[in-house]
């Protein structure tokens, strides 16, 4: 019986394996997209080359559509579209990894005057920002600690991975995309890839650098990633 199980275990990963090398053939073969790919003995460390390689790639992408003046962008939201935007597919390759990463043109052309939000603020007025002492956390948990380490959008991507791998959070997501946004601590960045703020999570946010109340409605025009915490 055991034997079986493992047959079949076996039978499905090679499955899997054929189907993600099949879509990666796909996505090369496209006009649509841009991809890069690396093989590494370590694999977070081969995904993480895969997609400064991509980068570049839409750096050299975006020069050319520069020169045709057939885009304005700039490059902080190109970058910024890109460690948004970006998929991966992983897979094994001998007793290595395969990292390829990819992201579609359309989603990182922007023009200038696009706001890169994914941020639907309510037209309500803005929250009045004062200060609650009895909120102050007197010790804030790891995650928070490594979310407000951050300073570039850029630096997000690799961040909630290794907090998800660590199991300090449970999942993350565009805000967007979120079910119930309360139930999310929310990292606020802008469209020069800065992270503004992290909100906690609750319908009664605070502000964890400033420690004061604070809430989506001051950040309008912002995009934002909601991040679920371990209990």
Do not use: H
């Not at 907090?163 to 079910?179: D, F, H, P, Q, V």
């Not at 469209?191 to 409605?217: C, F, H, K, P, Y």
Request: with cysteine; proline share 3%.
């Amino acid at each position: 019986m055991l034997l079986l199980v493992l047959q079949a275990l076996t039978g499905s990963y090679a499955q899997q394996t054929e189907e993600q090398k099949k879509e990666i053939n796909k996505i090369k073969k496209s006009s649509l997209y841009l991809y890069a790919e690396t093989t590494m003995p370590d694999k977070e460390e081969a995904m993480m080359t895969a997609i400064d390689m991509l980068k570049d790639e839409a750096q050299r992408w975006v020069s050319e559509k520069k020169k045709k003046q057939e885009t304005d962008v700039d490059w902080e939201v190109v970058m910024t579209n890109v460690t948004q935007s970006y998929n991966k597919i992983e897979l094994p390759r001998g007793n290595m990894y395969r990292a390829f990463a990819y992201v579609k043109k359309s989603d990182i052309i922007t023009g200038k005057n696009v706001i890169v939000s994914d941020v639907e603020m309510p037209d309500s007025e803005v929250e009045e920002i004062t200060e609650d002492p009895a909120s102050q956390p007197a010790e804030q948990p790891e995650a928070i600690k490594r979310l407000l380490a951050l300073k570039m959008y850029d630096e997000v991507p690799a961040c909630v991975e290794t907090l998800k791998k660590e199991g300090l959070i449970t999942e993350y997501n565009r805000y967007a995309s979120l079910s119930n946004p309360d139930d999310y601590v929310l990292i606020i960045y802008n469209r020069a890839g800065e992270v503004e703020a992290i909100l906690s999570e609750g319908a009664e946010r605070i502000n964890m650098r400033t420690l004061q109340a604070d809430g989506v409605a001051n950040y309008k025009g912002r995009g934002a990633i909601g991040v679920k915490l371990s209990k």
